[in-house]
């Protein structure tokens, strides 16, 4: 030191030579005002002191006022930490203070309990040791162990501030003597770690750039440690955190040392951050990718020259990429994909929804840039989206569809045919198929033409196509509708397959919606393969999908896939349903037959009742329909009438009837074949009248009264006639009033079919048994009965008026009411006048 400044530090030292040792003293104010005095005096002096100076007089002094570090006064260590702060900043050789000043940092700071128990002051010991770091550079070296003491400490003090000025300071010193820092950077990480989840966002940020330099600049061995916490602070929900952490990573894979030993675990954590929801975070992590790739591909040429130089500009990408991962990339992946895919896909089965939907984005951009070395990952790639599908939340389900979209893309189908198709031959599961239609969705349409006979013929064998369960009914049509979408006109081949797959699923399906959904596929279908309306593909396929019942259809039972395959088709069927009449019918018959299981006879019956009821659009659409009804109620209706105890049988039986009536109804039995089977038919209905169903009888009362009009007198001669009317004036006795006025409108058809030629004196006996039981009921309580037993009786009279006359003059005094008998008189007798 020059003498003139030695003379300068001499004069300055007697100036402040009485503060000095009032810093000695207990009075807190007298300490106050010297920390004031010297600093006035020294750095604040005006004109400034020359920095040689203040250096010299630091150097002299610097013990009194390191010791003013411990004072018991807060505002005492503020201000010889500010002043010595300030002489810092100022002092040109301010590592010559080092020897004093970081040990006494250390024993503010570096004890197991930090002895500085105001935070502000703290904070700036933290903020002095960062100065410190920046002007001393490597001189700081010896003092390392000290630092990285003190650090230890500070990185978890309860301050935030404190926290975030220490991981300045870490990375200062990392940055400023990597050659030693290496040598102490692992002790900094435990403290990093247990500061990476505090709960200011600021505090998390500045972590994760501390850890990135204290592993960059210093020992790698943590790194397994680290890489697991920096993951989980991709979920953060601060975007400034996973911002944070995506330069960190990128960092690393760009210019850690030893980057290829950890390119599986680096890599997962900068592909996931390229699906955040924030644009800056995807773009930059994007960047940072493409960037890794270049690199590699500048570090690796040699390896990788034929490829860049037959490199295909023209590449196809999948639907909804616009750029294709540089051969770096690409290659990256290709090297590391067996050691990313299996805990990629184990995580997208982890408990929390979080992990799982980063996991399934994670995948989507593997196979991006994986493209065709998927082939060489397919087995447990499939295993790990069968499962995903499953996955109650939605986000997860839809990007594994993405990603199996990809391998359709990527993955030829005769490479997933072969993994896929004996899977879902073997478990009816709705994962294995959703994951199918995913694929065959991304599949190209000239790669699916050749293999669309072997997935089709897979999809519509019976133990496929017939699972109960409705989200497996779900993804299986979502199979066909892939097919349609992607196939187009190469599905006429292929029609009958997935025409008898929409079927089945239409007749197993028990919610409507999922029915409605079938019947728009099939509108797909046939717009595909160039027909106008599905009602062509019923046209082309009805017959083809019958005759596969032929070995079967004598077995049915009521839970037969079958059976519902058959009632939905009859059903959906529509016209063509008349050309099919002699495949049909023996069906119907077989499985009518009374040996049959009761509940299979009511399915059909019911089945048979519908078609009847719209033959003209079905059964009867070709006109033929009249040569097989005969066969119907001699085969079919009448074997099922027949009376059997429980409720099962009376159900049938009125079902069995119900289906009669609609045939009559119809119109599709003539008299003549009415009259062909009347011997069987009286008898059965006769016997019906006095079944148990309320319905039962009704229906057959009714039916009596159509086959009466039908027929005629030509079939209903006189021996029909008196055979019949004692079971109908029994039912004007049944419990129920609508039974008795259908019975009174019965017996007025039935007085129709009296012939001219009816010898009323040989059949008198009958028909004063007809009119005394008739009359019986025009005194019924019900007006209703008494107005329609009127009728029957002034349409009876025309048969012999006069022995109608007779008979109500027997009986009239016997009514409580006199209007109904005498009115039926005038009748009876106008008609003799006539005659």
Request: proline share 4%; glycine share 4%.
């Amino acid at each position: 030191m020059a003498e003139t400044a030695m003379e300068s530090v001499s004069e300055v030292r007697q100036v402040i030579a009485r503060q000095i040792n009032c810093l000695g003293e207990g009075n807190r104010m007298a300490k106050r005002r010297a920390l004031e005095g010297i600093k006035k005096e020294t750095i604040g002096k005006k004109p400034p002191l020359d920095n040689e100076v203040l250096q010299g007089v630091l150097e002299a002094e610097l013990k009194p006022l390191l010791k003013c570090f411990g004072d018991p006064v807060d505002k005492c260590r503020e201000l010889s930490l500010q002043l010595i702060h300030d002489f810092v900043e100022t002092i040109p050789r301010p590592a010559e203070i080092l020897p004093y000043l970081i040990p006494t940092i250390v024993t503010r700071l570096g004890n197991q309990e930090i002895t500085e128990s105001a935070e502000e002051l703290r904070l700036e010991l933290v903020e002095l040791m960062i100065k410190l770091v920046e002007l001393t550079g490597d001189r700081l070296a010896p003092f390392l162990d000290d630092c990285v003491r003190v650090l230890q400490r500070t990185i978890v003090d309860p301050f935030s501030d404190v926290r975030r000025a220490s991981c300045t300071c870490t990375c200062k010193l990392a940055r400023s003597i990597p050659q030693h820092f290496h040598l102490q950077s692992e002790s900094l990480i435990s403290p990093l770690l247990q500061t990476i989840s505090h709960q200011h966002s600021k505090v998390r940020v500045q972590v994760i750039y501390t850890i990135g330099d204290v592993l960059q600049y210093g020992n790698h061995k943590p790194m397994d440690k680290v890489i697991s916490h920096l993951a989980q602070r991709l979920f953060d929900h601060t975007p400034q955190v996973r911002l944070a952490v995506t330069k960190v990573v990128g960092g690393w894979l760009l210019d850690f040392v030893d980057r290829y030993s950890f390119h599986h675990k680096l890599i997962p954590l900068l592909l996931t951050s390229q699906t955040d929801e924030l644009d800056e975070i995807a773009a930059t992590a994007k960047q940072l990718w493409a960037d890794c790739g270049k690199k590699y591909e500048e570090e690796n040429e040699k390896d990788l020259k034929d490829q860049m130089d037959f490199l295909n500009p023209d590449v196809e990408l999948p639907p909804g990429y616009t750029e294709r991962a540089n051969l770096g990339c690409r290659t990256l992946i290709f090297r590391n994909m067996s050691k990313i895919l299996p805990g990629c896909l184990n995580d997208m089965g982890d408990w929390t929804v979080t992990n799982r939907i980063m996991s399934a984005k994670l995948l989507q951009v593997l196979l991006i840039n994986a493209e065709d070395y998927t082939t060489q990952h397919m087995a447990p790639l499939l295993a790990g989206m069968y499962k995903a599908c499953g996955d109650e939340e939605q986000e997860v389900v839809h990007r594994v569809q993405k990603s199996a979209e990809l391998v359709g893309f990527f993955v030829g189908p005769e490479i997933y045919c072969k993994l896929i198709l004996p899977t879902v031959q073997a478990a009816q599961g709705p994962g294995v198929l959703m994951t199918f239609a995913s694929i065959l969705r991304g599949t190209k349409r000239a790669l699916l033409k050749k293999y669309l006979p072997e997935i089709c013929k897979v999809l519509c064998e019976p133990d496929v196509c017939r699972g109960e369960q409705t989200s497996y009914q779900v993804q299986l049509l979502s199979c066909v509708q892939a097919i349609i979408s992607v196939a187009r006109d190469d599905c006429q081949e292929v029609s009958l397959e997935l025409f008898t797959v929409l079927i089945t699923i239409m007749a197993v399906g028990r919610e409507e919606a999922l029915r409605e959904q079938v019947k728009m596929t099939l509108s797909d279908l046939a717009l595909a393969v160039g027909h106008e309306s599905p009602q062509t593909l019923y046209d082309a396929h009805s017959k083809q999908v019958l005759d596969s019942f032929h070995s079967s259809y004598q077995l049915w039972t009521n839970l037969s896939v079958e059976r519902l395959v058959f009632d939905t088709l009859l059903s959906e069927a529509g016209e063509v349903v008349g050309d099919l009449l002699d495949d049909i019918i023996p069906i119907l018959e077989t499985n009518l037959r009374p040996d049959k299981d009761a509940e299979l006879r009511l399915k059909f019956f019911s089945l048979l009742s519908r078609l009847v009821m719209s033959a003209p659009r079905t059964l009867n659409s070709r006109q033929r329909f009249r040569d097989f009804s005969l066969a119907v109620v001699r085969n079919m209706v009448l074997p099922n009438c027949v009376w059997h105890a429980g409720r099962t049988a009376t159900a049938i039986r009125t079902t069995a009837v119900s289906c009669l009536w609609a045939l009559l109804q119809s119109g599709l039995l003539d008299a003549q074949q009415l009259n062909s089977i009347m011997d069987d038919l009286q008898v059965q209905l006769v016997t019906l009248l006095e079944d148990d169903s309320r319905s039962t009888r009704l229906i057959t009362v009714r039916i009596l009264q159509k086959v009466m009009a039908v027929c005629g007198p030509s079939t209903f001669d006189p021996e029909r006639l008196h055979t019949m009317y004692m079971e109908l004036l029994k039912r004007l006795d049944d419990s129920s009033d609508e039974i008795r006025v259908a019975v009174a409108k019965t017996f007025v058809t039935f007085f129709g079919c009296f012939g001219e030629d009816y010898d009323v004196r040989l059949y008198k006996a009958h028909l004063e048994t007809l009119y005394t039981g008739l009359l019986v009921h025009l005194d019924d309580p019900d007006q209703a009965i008494q107005e329609a037993v009127l009728d029957v009786l002034k349409r009876a009279a025309k048969v012999c008026p006069s022995l109608l006359i007779g008979e109500v003059e027997a009986v009239r005094h016997k009514h409580r009411s006199f209007i109904y008998c005498d009115e039926l008189m005038r009748h009876a007798k106008s008609l003799t006048d006539q005659g």
